[in-house]
């Protein structure tokens, strides 16, 4: 079988051979790394759009887009970052680290691995060029509801297929992964014998068979709205647009955990590492995250208060909401009593799954307000919204997911990288989100609404700050390109094989033929 370091060989066979290689590789780490490499440049590119949002907003009235425009950038902004970089991160994390950490020597359907990577691409080639569509991009919000969604111009089709497109490769990923952790896995290892990390994406895996094909229903039947005649969402036509954000939410909320239960994973494999601990309380994270993939599917109506359903309808709703912050409050609590007496030291690793611990809450205790029926007519639409899940999606998702790079670097790539620009890393991107986001609950109680490129003058302080919070964290974010391009050519040493142990990893300047490994390895299967 193939290695990381098989990528050195091609040099004395010329570019193309190294391009077929990376073409038509079945390799599972290698697969991972394309999809860890296409993951970081949609992060770029959904990131510029970010800017584009925070540098319109820095000051009240319309300074840099029209309002098309900026609405345009708020749709593909959310698009691209939720299909672009934060799933594939994470499917690219499962391919390098699952067929290891469960003793496979590879993924179970290594071509159609290899070909659920290279629709992304061509899914993400089709939501771009509805930018060069008359009329461009679609401007109705990442959620396309009708009758907006209705009203967009020729792009929509281009929108709607590489929607398919995405929705097709993940399934294809989660196929995959679930065949490897059931199939072949290392003769002795249980189910509850695997790592957290693999358990999550299990379960995830299950979350995103269910609900893809729903999100393919619902913009299909948009797309037969706007061009074949019928009205299943059209009120003039006896349909109802609020059925279509039953259906889209039905998809969007098991969705939203579908970005977070693999970084609770990381997060139960980085903890115990570093607090030199066996984790707290194994079984019980594991039901936690089957609980709350479970109770992910009954409370998809929570983003819809404001629609007019019944009162019965609303408080179902809402219990149900508040009951999905029991099983997420037993994972903090087990963390937090992982880390309890433990001899920890705080490798940006660790910094990373802290911040992703104390900011994940806070995006969680929001969440629980949201939760609130009569709260939520008053939040509803506000920037308290846009500032709640941007909690949970950047120091939950988007964090996990640098800690998870810097955490498997060494094993990556045989090098440590460099801790001062990794912990320089952390502490920018740490204080700039925390700058970026926390001043938007603010303007959301006090009445500003999402998704409008002009705004009233009480407004300007806050958004002021916010932007100079944005435009900070996106230019922190070179420097984790800096790091891991500094790592894969020879960072500041040879990585041992055992790189995390010892107060700082400063062991890898004893240079070690053995990869270092972070978690017990299964038995090698023959």
Known sequence: MSTATDTHHDEHHGPAKGMRRWLFTTNHKDIGTLYLWFSLIMFFVGGAMAMVIRAEL????????????????????????????VMPAFVG???????????????????????????????FTLLLMTFFVPGGAPAAGWTIYPPLSLQTGDAFPLLVFGIHVLGISSIMGAINIIVTIMNMRAPGMGLLKMPIFVWSWLITAYLLIAVMPVLAGAVTMLLTDKYFGTAFFDAA??????LFQHIFWFFGHPEVYIMILPAFGIISEII????????????????????????????????????????????????????????????????????????????????????????????????????IVPADF?????????????????????????????????????????????KTHFWLSTISINVTFFPQHFLGLAGMPRRIPDYAVQFTDFNF?????????????????????????????????????????????????????????APEVK
């Open 58 to 85: 820095i000051q009240p009235g319309m300074n840099l887009v029209d309002p098309m425009f900026y609405n345009q950038m708020v749709t593909m902004h959310a698009l691209i970052m939720i299909f672009g970089a």
């Open 93 to 123: 994390l499962a391919n390098w680290m699952i067929p290891m950490m469960v003793g496979a020597p590879d993924m179970a359907l290594p071509r159609m691995n290899n070909w659920s990577f290279w629709i992304l691409p061509i899914g």
């Open 237 to 242: 036509g006896g349909g109802d647009p609020v």
């Open 272 to 371: 115990p590492t570093f607090a030199r601990k066996k984790l707290f309380g194994y079984s019980a994270m594991v039901y936690a995250i089957a609980a709350i993939a479970f109770l992910s599917f009954i409370v998809w109506a929570h983003h819809m208060f404001t629609v007019g359903m019944p009162v019965a309808g609303l408080l179902f709703f809402m219990f149900t909401t508040m009951l999905i912050a029991v099983p997420t409050g037993v994972k903090i609590f087990n963390w937090v009593a992982t880390m309890w007496r433990g001899a920890m030291t705080f490798e940006t690793p660790m910094l990373y799954a802290l911040a992703f611990l104390f900011l994940f809450t806070i995006g969680g205790f929001s969440g629980l307000m949201l939760a």
């Open 378 to 422: 008053q939040y509803h639409d506000s920037y308290f919204v846009v500032a709640h899940f941007h909690y949970v999606l950047v120091p939950g998702a988007v964090f996990a997911i640098m800690a998870a790079v810097y955490y498997w670097l060494p094993k990556w790539t045989g090098y440590m990288y460099s801790e001062f620009w990794g």
């Open 465 to 521: 700050i916010s932007s100079i919070g944005a435009f900070v964290f996106g230019l922190s974010q070179l420097i984790f390109v800096y790091v891991i391009i500094h790592c894969i050519r020879g960072g500041v040493g040879r990585a041992t094989d055992r790189v995390w142990e010892g107060s700082h990893g400063l062991e890898w300047t004893v240079p070690s033929p053995a990869p270092y490994h972070t978690f017990e390895t």
